[in-house]
């Protein structure tokens, strides 16, 4: 069974930095997309960042491209999203999802297995 797993959510101000991690286990696939998105109160999840975990190639999205930077450590089955000069509009549940290919656009419907979500808050 595949478990996501998130850390390293907070609360900061703008122009701060926070690193989230997810840790995957169970996932029969050696290589597979592992993203993250976010949801803010009343708007729609949407795709902020990719990483493929077999060649590493990644993606982002125009609103976080520059600031944030998804990065992994194989030998700890873990993706991080370090996330820099935060704005207040960057606040939302961040979570973690896996799935077999990384397809574009980043859509939350193409991903089976997620996280339980982690809260990030930028104040003004």
């Known amino acids: 069974q595949v478990q996501l797993v998130e850390s390293g959510g907070g609360s900061v101000q703008a122009g701060g930095s926070l690193r989230l991690s997810c840790r995957a286990s169970?996932?029969?696939?050696?290589?597979?997309?592992l993203a993250w998105f976010r949801q803010a109160p009343g708007k729609e999840r949407e795709g902020v960042a990719y990483?493929?975990?077999?060649?590493?190639?990644?993606y982002y999205d125009d609103s976080v491209k520059g600031r944030f930077t998804i990065s992994q450590d194989n030998a700890k089955n873990t993706v991080y999203l370090q996330m820099n000069s935060l704005k207040p509009e960057d606040t939302a549940i961040y979570y973690c999802?896996?799935?077999?290919?990384?397809?574009?656009?980043?859509?939350?419907?193409?991903?089976?297995?997620w996280g339980q979500g982690t809260q990030v808050t930028v104040s003004s």
């Open positions: 999802a896996a799935a077999p290919l990384c397809l574009r656009p980043l859509l939350a419907g193409n991903f089976r297995y």
């Open positions: 169970g996932y029969s696939y050696s290589s597979y997309c």
């Open positions: 990483i493929y975990t077999g060649g590493g190639s990644t």
